[in-house]
């Protein structure tokens, strides 16, 4: 149990594309998903905390207006990179927790290979 | 402030020999910690988790990890090493009272050889 999808895997466009990046929990309703950045060889960045129904809680420093988050249902979070630029190329990783309990572990989607030319 | 750190960037080990990747916490109060396994191009997988009681926890694929508030540790431990467990490990802390969100270490590379 607690799988997260999510989808694309990997994505190469144009500079000043939108893209959306969505993160599905399949087998357990998730009212917190969470959003993060991976450049190589380095750590996870926590780019922002999606609840459902609410309005994201992004990280300082992370552009809201860039990365725009959706969470309308307690299984689909989505993150819109809006204008995209070379600099936003990066993995993108989305993971979700059940809703009870912070004791319970994140769980990962598979992550996004963001790529912009 | 950094809360959690792996102090090695890579460990190397031997097929069939033991195996520890390091992490260390700095948080106060009791922390949940937790470890998770990056495989290329994947997202994270979850291996084991402290919460509270023994402090040597059990996860998947073999590995352990024990916790030491005194040393403020939560090394991860495989008795045998397999070369498939070649992957980028993650510490991470949950400090209490802080919602759901993970501060994650910045990762340490194990390579098993054959």
């Known amino acids: 149990g607690a799988v997260v999808s999510q989808h694309p895997s990997w994505v190469i466009c144009k500079s000043g594309t939108s893209v959306k990046i969505e993160c599905r929990s399949l087998?357990?309703?998730?009212?917190?998903m969470f959003w993060y950045r991976q450049f190589p060889k380095q750590s996870l960045m926590l780019m922002a905390t999606?609840?459902?129904?609410?309005?994201?809680?992004?990280e300082q420093g992370v552009e809201k207006d860039k990365f725009l988050i959706n969470h309308a249902s307690l299984t689909l979070s989505t993150l819109t990179v809006t204008s995209a630029h070379p600099e936003d190329s990066s993995f993108y990783i989305c993971?979700?927790?059940?809703?009870?309990?912070?004791?319970?572990?994140?769980?990962f989607g598979d992550g996004t290979r963001l790529s912009i030319l | 402030a950094q809360s959690v750190a792996q102090p090695e960037d890579q460990v190397n080990v031997a097929e069939g020999n033991p195996l520890t990747v390091k992490c260390t916490y700095s948080?106060?109060?009791?922390?949940?910690l937790f470890w998770y396994v990056q495989y290329p191009n994947r997202g994270l997988q979850f291996l084991l988790k402290?919460?509270?009681?023994?402090?040597l926890v059990k996860g998947s694929y073999g590995f352990e990890a024990e916790f030491n508030k005194s040393q403020t540790s939560f090394h991860l431990k495989k008795p045998s090493a397999l070369v498939s467990d070649s992957a980028l490990y993650f510490c991470?802390?949950?400090?209490?009272?802080?919602?759901?969100?993970?501060?994650f270490g910045k990762g340490t590379s194990l390579l098993v050889t054959p």
């Open positions: 991470a802390v949950r400090p209490p009272n802080s919602g759901y969100a993970l501060n």
């Open positions: 999606s609840n459902e129904g609410s309005k994201a809680t992004y």
């Open positions: 402290y919460i509270t009681g023994d402090n």
């Open positions: 948080v106060s109060g009791n922390p949940y």
């Open positions: 087998d357990f309703q998730a009212t917190t």
């Open positions: 993971s979700a927790t059940r809703a009870a309990g912070s004791n319970q572990p994140q769980h």
